[in-house]
């Protein structure tokens, strides 16, 4: 068979129909579940565009975007269909999804880390900055220990090297 036909038949549709854009009552827009979602389940996958940061101004896209996976200096990325509109809890126990960068597919995967009921604004972790900045560092802290341990839970865990890359335990 030839190299064409090949591709033909690897492609996949990444709509998990499980998710839509609507009106937020914590910022603008959000993203809300169109039906019950289980813990686990993959909710949406994005592809990310990589860009060079605009210094020492910010870039109008960084609202929107986050640190590069590839953890290159001034290099942002910011993810195609609903993956820069989710809002931010400031809390682990207001966290529902979480995004999972897949280095074969090339598509971060958000991934549901608790049970969602139907109609619910969707909300995941900024962190670093956004979260020290409105609660504090040492709450900041305490809270991304306990994202930690709910991230565990799927088997989601993070380089010992630092970078922002996500991955999924194999083991």
Not at 22 to 38: M, N, R, T, Y
Not at 39 to 66: M, N, Q, T
Request: glycine share 8%; with cysteine; hydrophobic share 35%.
């Amino acid at each position: 068979s030839s190299a064409a036909s090949d591709v033909y038949k690897r492609q996949m549709r990444y709509d998990t129909g499980l998710i839509e854009l609507g009106d937020s009552e914590l910022h603008g827009f959000g993203v809300f579940a169109k039906k019950d979602i289980k813990k686990g389940e993959i909710v949406e996958y994005c592809p990310v565009i990589r860009y060079k940061s605009v210094f020492p101004l910010p870039s109008v896209l960084d609202a929107y975007a986050f640190n590069d996976v590839f953890n290159e200096e001034d290099t942002s990325g910011m993810q195609y269909g609903l993956g820069s509109i989710y809002n931010s809890s400031h809390h682990a126990s207001g966290v529902d999804v979480f995004p999972i960068y897949d280095d074969d597919t090339k598509l971060y995967q958000w991934i549901a880390v608790r049970d969602i009921p139907k109609d619910k604004e969707i909300l995941t972790w900024y962190g670093n900055e956004f979260t020290i900045e409105s609660i504090g560092r040492d709450e900041t802290l305490q809270e991304w220990a306990l994202v930690e341990e709910i991230l565990d839970t799927l088997g989601i865990k993070f380089d010992d090297d630092g970078r922002s890359t996500r991955t999924l335990d194999s083991s």
